[in-house]
Every structure is written in C-alpha cells, then in structure tokens.
C-alpha cells in the first residue's frame, strides 16, 4: 500500500514538474505567433472593430512590415515606408511618412514584431483554448498604452486585441478569420492614383 501511495506521489511531482517545464512564457507565447506571422508569404485578415459604441468590419492585407487595411470608407496602404490613406467622405488621399507608433493604430498586428523593442509582456487570463499576453508600453510618449492579444493554443494565431489608449479609449478587434496568402509585390501596398482619377492627392510628408 505504501508502495502504490509513494509511486503516486512520484508520479504527481513528474506530471507536474512536466507540465511546469512545458509551459510557455508569455514572450514565448508572443514570439511563436509573431514567427508564424512572419513565415506566411502574406497573411489576410477579416476582423470587427469595437471602439466608443461602435462596430466596424475591416480586412487587413499583411507581409512583413507592409500591409493594406479597407474598412468603409477608409482605404490605407503602407510599403514599409510611405503610408497612403484614401477617405471617401473627404474625398482626398493623405500621404505620410508614418511613426512606429502610428504603423501600429493602423495595422496592430505590428505590435507583435516591436515586443521586444517597445512593449514588456505578461501573462493574463484567456478563454479555454487560447493564450493570453498583457503587452505593457514601455515608450511613455506612445499613444497605445497596452494591448491584449488572444492566440489560439491551435493555430498560434491572435484572436483577438484589445487596445488601451493613452486618451482611456479602448478599441476591441475581434479577428473573424485569418488565412495564409501568396506572396504579394511591392505595388500591391502602394496607392494607385488610376483606381481613383480626380481624388486630390494631399503630400504631408
């Protein structure tokens, strides 16, 4: 009897220890998704926006540090360096070299490949199935000042990002789907002026 009971407790230590060893870190965590990210030619997006009682479907192309990103009425495209955003109510297209920071209130997704440069991580609670990471700033002139990101334990995938604000507004991007893509060219993340004759064209750089 006291062989069965002290082969169960060597037992319980091992599975636990095991299960101990096993467990990822919320940097590892971060690290897988932003490699699975990385490795895809393009990844595409398909996610409501939740922010001030409002709710928006999008779509976000990526590859790499380029992306386009269309919700109603609002067109971007970014090439790594130059970032095009077309408004149909204003009816123009705004062109800036963008911050990191504003890179990431666009596509916050490139959150995950600045972890390590701009944000410190932490591990905080999730739904069965997934895996949650608190991301806190670590630039105080930022204007995000946390993020929560959801991945899938399956995919290694975010599921969902939950943005603070250094104004106190939160935005809620829940991802619908996510897919691999082809890889892209270079002018697919750029502005084509022919797909929208007439459209004054505003250079703010």
Not at 41 to 65: M, Q
Not at 82 to 99: A, L
Not at 130 to 158: F, G, H, M
Request: aromatic share 8%; net charge positive; glycine share 6%.
């Amino acid at each position: 009897m006291k062989i069965k009971k002290t082969l169960f407790c060597i037992f319980a230590f091992l599975t636990a220890f095991v299960s101990a060893a096993s467990a990822a870190t919320p940097q590892q965590i971060i690290d897988r998704a932003a490699a699975k990210l990385k490795a895809m030619p393009s990844v595409y997006v398909d996610y409501t926006l939740k922010a001030d009682g409002n709710s928006v479907h999008g779509v976000l192309t990526i590859c790499g540090e380029r992306f386009t990103a269309s919700a109603p009425g609002l067109s971007t495209w970014y090439d790594g360096k130059t970032q095009w955003t077309y408004s149909g109510r204003m009816g123009e297209v705004n062109i800036i070299n963008p911050t990191q920071d504003e890179v990431e209130q666009i596509n916050p997704f490139a959150i995950l490949r600045s972890l390590g440069k701009n944000y410190k991580a932490a591990q905080a609670s999730a739904p069965k199935g997934c895996q949650a990471v608190k991301l806190t700033s670590t630039n105080t002139a930022s204007d995000i000042r946390e993020v929560t990101v959801t991945i899938s334990e399956a995919s290694s995938l975010p599921t969902r990002l939950l943005i603070s604000l250094s104004n106190r507004q939160t935005i809620d991007i829940s991802v619908n789907h996510i897919e691999r893509g082809e890889s892209l060219p270079v002018t697919y993340f750029q502005y084509n002026p022919k797909q929208f004759p007439g459209v004054q064209v505003v250079d703010l750089r």
